[in-house]
């Protein structure tokens, strides 16, 4: 069962790993959960979820997304 945070945002971060979006575009959508008052524990749970259903390319693009919620990235694209 795949976790859930708010359908609308899980929805747009679905679509974006799904289509490639540029990297600095999915972190919007990351820094859209924090004003919505959702930690990043909470977000990295959803992506390790979503991991699990994943094909390959997605995979690394969930990965990337980890890293930065995580705050294992350039400090210009951490988001906690």
Do not use: P, Q
């Not at 289509?19 to 524990?41: C, H, N, P, Q, W």
């Not at 990295?44 to 693009?61: G, H, I, P, Q, T």
């Amino acid at each position: 069962m795949m976790a859930e945070l708010d359908s609308v945002l899980d929805k747009e971060l679905r679509d974006a790993i799904e289509k490639d979006f540029d990297l600095a575009l999915m972190r919007t959508i990351l820094v859209k959960y924090r004003e919505k008052g959702f930690g990043s524990a909470s977000v990295y749970e959803m992506l390790d979820a979503m991991r699990s259903n994943a094909a390959e390319d997605a995979e690394d693009r969930i990965l990337e997304l980890m890293d930065i919620v995580s705050g294992f990235c350039s400090s210009n694209m951490r988001v906690w």
